[in-house]
């Protein structure tokens, strides 16, 4: 009797653990998989409020379907990362750092460890990177265990995934981001 009580503890247990192990990792695939698989860049030149949205659902303080930035920016063409700086939109507050000049002075590594503190934080970063012949917007989901950094971004419904991050702000001579604060 005492084996079988033995048996059936360990096989609860286990069975427990699994769940608990499954649970979790449903929960560190929630930002691409319920927010950014679900978000559309709606206009070719709506990248900047685009990823300010997948930074509002990604803290649930819109739902989904929310699109409320880029149909009031549409295709603006003169728009930055100023247009959102020091803004407190849906509870979130959104801050424009190393607006700098891109040449071999920029502070790489001050930038890529601002990156690094708010990923630690559970906090996405808003980037721009030049890809091609332009700057779209992206949003720095995860540092792998290289330490490159995974960045997404949205062109209509296709998802655009950037696994070089840093490689590519360090042939740009640097990049501005955005971060954001909940509940300030």
Known sequence: MRKYIRFALIVLLSTLFIFQARAQK???????????????QIFPYSGIPSAIELALKQCKAVDLNFYKLQNDWQNKTDG??????????????FYQKFKLPRNGNFPLDSLFQTIDNELKLGRKVIIALRVENGWPIFVVHKRTPSGEFVSYSKFGSNTLIIRNTKEIVKKSNGTEIMTYSTGL
């Open 26 to 40: 449903k929960d560190n695939c929630d930002f691409f998989d319920a927010v950014v698989n679900n978000h559309n």
């Open 80 to 93: 930055s990362f100023s247009d959102f700086d020091k803004k407190k939109l849906y509870g979130v507050t």
